[in-house]
């Protein structure tokens, strides 16, 4: 049986291919995942009586469902010169864990194009475009992203559900928003980068000095393409970028530090209430959205001051 066999190749039912909005409303238990506490989503909750194949799961690991008898005669595990596959505990376990990381992987992005969406930035730089035109196709690009996004969550929930039931389907649903929002107890400690790094159920650790936050090393890569190539507009470019990038550089700081002296009372009611739900993983996601911009700027400011020593050292300027 190949892994991904129902991840790549099994088509999603027509009727449950309408429900375009999985990731934003669902009968799911998971709905509203951001309103509740971590007791909530870790704790067991008690499983309905129903027709469906009992589910049963590995400890910390995705729920692992009977197949539906029909699933399998419909060969939609493969087949072999005995006749359809059906496979056991340890190959569904393998199956829906593959399947899950899929998902997971996805709704990730998805959040991440929300995020950028929210804040009208660019994933690549963390920077807002700077001409409203590349603003209009930056918009048009992530809700492109986020339309894709979008559809293969709800193609990969339609599949699953087609080989082992609905019920089964909205458990791996539950998971995997619980995985994504909760964080993998696996992955810690978490980067300065990610909300749960100061979260109290996270790590709880401490903001980083921002004299110390570390300059992102790949964050120059992003500017070689807008540079031209003649040696002095090219000057002229990477001095114009220097005094931008200072200028936002501090800009960051400042707010970094007063949302670690004033914590969520430095955000706004949006921020607080909505985009949140709660004061501390708002101060939480802020101070993780700042530190990256810090060392993003960090870093196109090292790689701006190479290029420009370079040109300096090139004697950009020949003598009469």
């Known amino acids: 049986m190949k892994q991904l066999l129902l991840w790549q190749n099994q088509p999603a039912p027509n009727a449950a291919a309408a429900n375009n909005d999985v990731l934003v409303a669902s009968d799911s238990p998971c709905t509203n995942l951001a309103s509740q506490t971590l007791a909530e989503l ?12 009992e589910t049963v799961s590995e400890q910390n690991g995705p ?10 005669a419909g060969g939609a595990f493969g087949w072999t010169t005995d006749g359809a596959i059906a496979p056991d505990h340890e190959e569904v376990a393998a199956l829906t864990a593959e399947h899950a990381h899929g998902m997971i992987v996805v709704l990730s992005d998805y959040h991440a194009v929300e995020n950028a969406l929210r804040f009208g930035y660019d994933p690549a730089t963390g920077r807002s475009p700077e001409t409203s035109e590349k603003r209009e196709a930056l918009l048009q690009s992530l809700q492109q992203e986020r339309k894709r996004f979008l559809e293969s969550y709800t193609d990969a929930m339609n599949v699953y559900a087609e080989a082992f039931g609905e019920e089964a389907a909205e458990e791996l649903d539950c998971w995997v928003r619980t995985t994504v929002t909760a964080g ?3 992955q810690r400690p978490y980067p300065p980068t990610h909300p749960w790094h100061y979260y109290h159920a996270g790590d709880n650790s401490p903001p980083v000095p921002v004299d110390q936050i570390p300059s992102d090393e790949d964050a120059g890569r992003y500017l070689e393409n807008g540079l031209p190539k003649n040696p002095a507009k090219r000057l002229a470019k990477l001095e114009e970028w220097l005094a931008r990038e200072q200028k ?19 955000l706004s009611r949006y921020d607080r209430e909505i985009a949140y739900t709660s004061d501390a993983m708002a101060r939480a996601g802020a101070l993780s959205l700042k530190y990256r911009h810090i060392s993003l700027a960090l870093g196109r400011l090292r790689w701006i001051e190479d290029e420009l020593k370079k040109l300096g050292a090139n004697q950009l300027f020949a003598p009469n």
Do not use: F, M
């Open 42 to 53: 870790t704790s067991p909750t008690e499983v309905p009586v129903t027709d469906e194949p």
């Open 63 to 72: 729920p692992i469902p009977l197949p539906l008898p029909t699933a399998v």
């Open 184 to 186: 993998d107890p696996q």
């Open 248 to 266: 936002q550089l501090e800009v960051d700081r400042v707010r970094y530090a007063d949302i670690v002296e004033r914590g969520a009372e430095a």
